[in-house]
C-alpha cells in the first residue's frame, strides 16, 4: 500500500497552537506554488515508478484557503502521474469558514471523498483565544455542505481551564455534524508557539488533568459508538483513516510540497520549510530535501515497533518475523519480560492493554 | 652549580580561605618577573579548572622566584601555595615541612578567622617564622590597625609592622618581598652531607613517571644519582631534576636548601609516598626526616558507575586520581543496588565534592555517589569490635552491644549577633558547648564538641545561612563517643535500597526518614506504577511517601508522517533515562543518592 500526502502551507491566521509550515501571509504566493508542486508531483512518479497509490491527504496549513482550482489540479496531477486505484481515500483537510458549496462540489469533483474538518472545541470563547478563524456554529454550517459525505472531525485537550464536560459538549457537536471518525489530540506546547508562552505560565492542563480528560472522552465516545483504534483516533465500525493507517503499518508514501516527509525505498526524507527555498529547488532541477536517511535495519524494526503498538491492532509478530529473519521473542526476550504486564499477547498479536496505551513511551524506550 | 643558602627563602602562604593566598602569589610572581603582566592568567597557581572556577585552591603548588632586593643581592624565593579550606589541613601541614617560614595573610575586613587561627597554629608547631601580612587595606571597610592587634592579641605574633598591602591592586607588595628576607631564615643544612630530600607532595605524569615535589634537607641530587627512599628498598636512576618557575623547568642538580622536583621513571606512587626522605644509594643518610602523619579519611561514600560497564574505567579514574591524592583511600564495594563501585574514603564533604567533579570532568564517567558516612566503631555482643564504614555492612541489631561515633572538636568564630543562632544550631546538631571567647567587640569564638555524622550532612550550609557567611568553622576530630545510632533504610517499591541506608543518632531516625522520604519523593520521576517510598528502622517503618504513577507518556500530537521527529522524541527521552538507575522495578535518577543529604532542616 502506498499513500500521497500533499502538503498546502497557506492558512487565514496561525492558531496560538501551530508549528506547522504554514505562512498566512504568503497566500499571494499559491498560483506559483502549486505550479511548483504540480512539477515535484511529475518529478517524484519518475523517481518512483509503477507505484499503485491508495490514499491521497491534502493537509496543511488550511488547504481550503486556496482556490479550489489549485487542489482539483494537484489531485488531476497525482492521477496522471501515478496509478491511482480507483476505490482509493482521498481527504482533504479543511477549516470551517473556508468551504462554500462551490469548493467542495469542486473537491469531490477529481474525487475527495473524506474531509477532515479542524474543530478544536465546540466553545467559542475557547476557539478565539486559540485564534481559530471560525465558531462553533461555522463548523455546522461546514458539516451542512458535506452532508452524507465521509468527515472527521480534530478535537483537542488540554486546554487552559478546559472541563470534560466542555469536551463531551464538543463530541456532541461533531457527532451532531454527523462525522464518523474524530482525532483527540492533546494540546502539545512546542517552542517559539503563543501556547508555549502559556505553558510557561503553567496555564494548561497538567498531563494529569488532560490524562483524566481522555480517559473521561474515551469512555464517552465508546458509548457514541467510536472505537478508538490507534492513541488519538476514534471511529464509527469501517471508517478508519486509510491514510493514517498506512503510516503506521510503516507503509511506503510520498510527501509534496514544503516540509512534507516521505518514506520511499527504506529511506526517510523531508522537504524544505521554507515556500522560497521549495519553488527554487524544484524550478533550477534540484532536491527540496533537507534531510534524507537510510533507516538501518535495527531503526526498521524499532519503527515498526513504536508504530504499532501505537494503533490497537498491535503487532503481528508473525509478519514482523517474516519481514526481519528474526524471531521476536528471542530477540526482544528481556524487554517482554520487563514490560510483558503492559502488554497483551494473542496468538501472533502483540498490543499494549487498553489502559497503558496513553503512557506508552515507557514501553517503547525499551524496544529502542 | 651550588647555589648559596644565604639567599634562598622557603616560604608558604597561609590564611583562612579568601583572604586572598592565590592573589598575593600572583603579585609576587608578577614582582618578581616571573610572569609579564600580560601573560598573566589571573591567579596562576590554580592551574585546574576546577580550582579556578571555585575560587579556590585545592593542590599546593611551588614556584621559584628570583628577587633583586634593596640590599643589592639577588635572592630566590620558593614559594608553596596552599589551600585554605578546612578540608585541605593536611596539605597545608605537608607545605610547611618544606618552608623556613610562612607568610600569614589576614583581611582587614574580616580580621582573624577560624582557619586564620588554625593555619598559624599548624606553622607555629612546625617551628616556622611568622610574618603577617594585613590585606585588602583598600577597601573601604579595611581596619588594619586594629586587625594587627588582633593578630598580636590572639595568635601573639607581632604584627605592627606588617606590611599593609592589597593583592588586588598591588600596593606594597614589595615591602611583603623585602620583609620576607628580613623576616623568614635562611636554610640551613649541608650540602656535602648524605643526601636528605623530603617528599612533600607527588604526581604521576604519563611521559616521566611519578613526579616528586622535594625540599632538598641535605646534600644533592642530579641527573644519574640513584636514589631509594626510606620506605620502599626499590631503587631508581635519577632522569630529571628541576625547579618551578612556575612550570617545570629542568636544572642539572638541586642542593640543600632549594626546593624542586625529582623524576626517576618511577612507575607507582606507593614508591615514593609523600612525606617520606629520598636519599643516595651511594651514601644513603642514616636515618629519615621526619615525615607527616598519613591523613585520615574522614568521610566515606559509595562511588559507583552510572552505566555498570563502566566499573573498570570508574577504576582507572580513582587510581590515578589516587596517585595525586595520598588522602584518597579507595576500597571496592559491592550494592544490590548499584553493582559494583567503590567506597571512598575522603577528607571532608569539599573534597569528596572535588573528586567527583574530576571524574566526572578529567575522566569523562558518569558517577553514583551515595550519601556520606563516617566510620563507627562496633561493639558487637560476642566481645569483639568493627570498624563500620559503610551502613550496610552494619551487623544486625541483635549483634550490637553498644556503638561509638567519631567526635569533633569544633571552633566557630562569628560576630556576637549570631552567638544564639550558631548555639540552636550547635544543639540541633547534638552538639556540647565547651566555651565561649570575646575575642573583641566583633568577634566572638565558640567551642564545642560535635559528632561528626553532624557536620556531613548540612553543618556548614546551615552555618553561613543562619550568619549571612559571617561565620567560619575549622575542627579536628578528637576521638570516638558511645552514641545510641540506628540504621535507618530507605525502602523503594517494598525494597529495601542498600545505597540509600544511612546511620543516624535514633532521636533523629525518625525526622530524617521523613525529610529523606520527602526529598526522594520529589527526585524520583512518575513512572508507570505507584511507588511507595518508606523509611524503616529495624523493620518498622517510620515514614512513607508515594509517587504516582503517571498518567500521560506518549506523542500525542502524532499526525503527519514525520516519524523521524517522533523517534527523536524519544530518543531524547531515552537519554534522559539513561541518568537513571533501575533499583529492581523502580528508575532512579542518579542524584536522588546525594540528595538525600541535602534535606532542609533549617526549619
Not at chain 1, 461546514?142 to 472527521?152: A, D, Q, V
Not at chain 2, 630566590?76 to 589541613?89: A, K, R, S, Y
Request: charged fraction near 30%; aromatic fraction near 10%; proline fraction near 4%.
Amino acid at each position: 500500500m502506498s499513500g500521497i500526502y500533499i502538503h498546502v502551507p497557506f492558512c487565514k491566521q496561525k492558531c496560538t497552537y501551530c508549528d506547522f509550515a504554514s505562512y498566512p501571509r504568503e497566500l499571494c504566493k499559491a498560483e506559483s506554488y502549486f505550479a511548483c508542486l504540480y512539477r515535484e508531483i511529475d518529478g517524484r512518479s519518475k523517481q518512483f515508478p509503477g507505484r499503485v497509490i491508495d490514499t491521497i491527504y491534502i493537509g496543511g496549513g488550511t488547504p481550503s484557503v486556496v482556490d479550489a482550482k489549485f487542489i482539483a489540479g494537484a489531485i488531476r496531477q497525482v492521477k496522471k502521474c501515478f496509478h491511482v486505484r480507483e476505490t482509493a481515500e482521498i481527504t482533504i483537510e479543511i477549516n470551517p469558514g473556508t468551504v462554500d458549496e462551490q469548493k467542495i462540489k469542486e473537491y469531490k469533483s477529481v474525487g475527495i471523498n473524506r474531509f477532515s474538518i479542524g474543530l478544536q472545541t465546540g466553545f467559542d470563547d475557547q476557539l478565539k483565544k486559540l485564534n481559530r478563524i471560525h465558531t462553533a456554529k461555522d463548523f455546522l454550517t461546514c458539516c451542512n455542505l458535506l452532508k452524507g459525505e465521509n468527515i472527521s472531525a480534530d478535537v483537542l485537550i488540554g486546554l487552559h481551564d478546559q472541563t470534560l464536560e466542555q469536551v463531551k459538549k464538543t463530541v456532541d457537536l461533531a457527532i451532531a455534524g454527523g462525522v464518523s471518525h474524530i482525532s483527540v489530540y492533546a494540546l502539545t506546547p512546542e517552542v517559539g508557539t503563543p501556547i508555549y508562552t502559556d505553558y510557561l505560565n503553567g496555564e494548561l492542563l497538567s498531563d494529569d488533568e488532560t490524562a483524566d480528560i481522555y480517559d473521561g472522552v474515551r469512555e464517552y465516545l465508546k458509548a457514541k459508538g467510536f472505537d478508538r483504534y490507534e492513541v488519538s483516533n476514534f471511529c464509527k465500525q469501517g471508517f478508519r483513516s486509510r491514510h493514517n493507517m498506512n503510516y503506521w503499518k510503516r507503509g511506503e508514501y510520498i510527501g509534496v510540497g514544503v516540509s512534507a516527509s516521505s518514506f520511499m525505498n527504506d529511506k526517510r526524507f523531508t522537504n524544505t520549510f521554507s515556500i522560497d527555498e521549495y519553488m527554487n529547488a524544484v524550478i533550477y532541477n534540484k532536491s527540496p530535501e533537507i534531510s534524507n536517511d537510510l533507516i538501518e535495519e535495527k531503526d526498521a524494526r524499532f519503527e515498526v515497533i513504536m508504530l504499532a503498538l501505537r494503533t490497537t491492532d498491535g503487532l503481528n509478530v508473525k509478519e514482523f518475523n517474516k519481514k526481519f529473519g528474526i524471531d521476536f521473542d528471542t530477540e526482544y526476550k528481556t524487554q517482554l519480560l520487563k514490560k510483558g504486564k503492559y502488554l497483551l499477547r494473542d496468538g501472533d498479536n502483540l498490543k499494549i492493554k487498553d489502559e497503558y496505551l496513553y503512557v506508552q513511551n515507557d514501553i517503547l524506550l525499551e524496544f529502542m | 652549580m651550588s647555589i648559596n643558602k644565604e639567599n634562598v627563602r622557603n616560604f608558604c602562604i597561609v590564611a583562612h580561605i579568601d583572604h586572598g593566598k592565590s592573589t598575593l602569589a600572583d603579585r609576587l610572581m608578577e614582582k618578581t618577573g616571573q610572569v609579564s603582566e600580560r601573560d598573566m592568567e589571573e591567579q596562576l597557581l590554580d592551574s585546574m579548572d576546577l580550582e579556578r572556577e571555585r575560587g579556590i585552591t585545592i593542590k599546593l603548588t611551588p614556584v621559584r622566584m628570583f628577587y633583586k632586593a634593596k640590599d643589592g643581592k639577588e635572592y630566590i624565593f620558593n614559594l608553596i601555595d596552599t589551600p585554605g579550606h578546612v578540608d585541605f589541613t593536611y596539605e597545608v601541614s605537608r607545605s610547611l615541612k618544606a618552608c623556613e617560614g610562612a607568610i600569614l595573610i589576614v583581611d582587614s575586613t574580616q580580621g582573624v578567622q577560624a582557619q586564620t587561627l588554625a593555619n598559624a597554629y599548624l606553622a607555629i608547631d612546625n617551628d616556622l617564622e611568622i610574618m603577617p601580612v594585613i590585606n585588602k587595606v583598600d577597601l573601604a571597610s579595611a581596619r588594619p590597625d586594629e586587625v594587627a592587634t588582633e593578630v598580636e592579641d590572639i595568635l601573639g605574633v607581632p604584627a605592627m609592622d606588617a606590611p599593609r598591602i592589597s593583592a588586588k591592586t598591588g600596593l606594597n607588595i614589595e615591602e611583603v618581598l623585602e620583609q620576607v628576607i628580613e623576616k623568614i631564615p635562611a636554610p640551613k643544612g649541608d650540602e656535602n652531607a648524605p643526601l636528605k630530600a623530603l617528599i612533600f607532595d607527588s604526581y604521576y605524569d604519563n611521559f616521566k613517571g611519578v613526579i616528586c615535589f622535594v625540599r632538598i634537607m641535605d646534600g644533592q641530587v642530579k641527573v644519574g644519582t640513584k636514589i631509594r627512599t626510606f620506605m620502599s628498598d626499590k631503587t631508581f636512576d635519577v632522569t630529571e631534576v628541576g625547579v618551578f618557575s612556575p612550570k617545570m623547568q629542568p636544572k642539572d642538580s638541586l642542593s640543600a636548601g632549594e626546593v624542586g622536583y625529582i623524576a626517576a621513571s618511577i612507575k607507582s606512587i606507593e614508591d615514593t609516598a609523600v612525606g617520606d626522605t629520598i636519599t643516595t644509594v651511594e651514601n644513603p643518610a642514616k636515618e629519615p626526616l621526619s615525615g607527616y602523619k598519613k591523613a585520615l579519611p574522614m568521610v566515606f561514600s559509595g562511588v559507583f558507575p552510572l552505566d555498570g560497564s563502566k566499573f573498570n574505567d570508574l577504576k582507572d579514574a580513582l587510581l590515578k586520581l589516587k596517585l595525586n591524592d595520598a588522602a584518597l583511600s579507595i576500597e571496592p564495594d559491592n550494592s544490590a543496588a548499584l553493582g559494583f563501585g567503590f567506597r571512598c574514603g575522603f577528607l571532608g564533604l569539599l573534597h569528596m565534592d572535588v573528586i567527583q567533579e574530576r571524574i566526572e570532568r578529567e575522566f569523562d564517567l558518569e558517577i553514583i555517589t551515595t550519601a556520606p558516612s563516617v566510620s563507627y566503631k562496633v561493639y558487637k555482643t560476642d566481645g569483639t569490635q568493627m570498624v563500620i564504614e559503610n551502613p550496610t555492612h552494619l551487623p544486625p541489631v541483635t549483634e550490637i552491644d553498644y556503638m561509638e561515633e567519631p567526635i569533633i572538636n569544633a571552633s566557630i568564630f562569628t560576630p556576637p549577633d549570631y552567638v544564639g543562632p550558631i548555639m540552636e544550631l550547635c544543639q540541633y546538631k547534638r552538639g556540647v558547648y565547651k566555651d565561649m571567647v570575646y575575642l573583641d567587640k566583633t568577634r566572638v569564638q565558640l567551642k564545642y564538641t560535635l559528632p561528626l555524622n553532624e557536620i556531613i550532612y548540612d553543618f556548614f550550609d546551615s552555618l553561613k545561612s543562619r550568619t549571612k557567611g559571617y561565620a567560619s568553622f575549622d575542627y579536628e576530630v578528637s576521638g570516638y563517643q558511645r552514641s545510641d545510632l540506628v540504621k535507618l533504610d530507605m525502602l523503594l517499591n517494598g525494597d529495601v535500597c542498600d545505597a540509600l541506608s544511612i546511620i543516624v543518632h535514633k532521636d533523629k531516625a525518625y525526622e530524617r526518614g521523613r525529610q529523606i522520604a520527602e526529598k526522594l519523593k520529589d527526585v524520583i520521576p512518575r513512572q508507570m506504577f505507584e511507588i511507595p517510598i518508606q523509611a524503616a528502622v529495624g523493620g518498622k517503618i517510620i515514614a512513607r511517601e508515594t509517587v504516582k504513577a503517571f498518567r500521560k507518556d506518549v506523542l500525542a500530537k502524532c499526525y503527519g508522517g514525520d516519524v523521524t521527529r517522533k523517534k527523536k522524541l524519544l530518543e531524547k527521552q531515552k537519554e534522559g533515562k539513561k541518568k537513571m538507575r533501575s533499583i529492581g522495578t523502580v528508575e532512579i535518577p542518579s542524584e536522588a543518592f546525594i540528595s538525600i543529604l541535602k534535606t532542609d532542616n533549617d526549619r
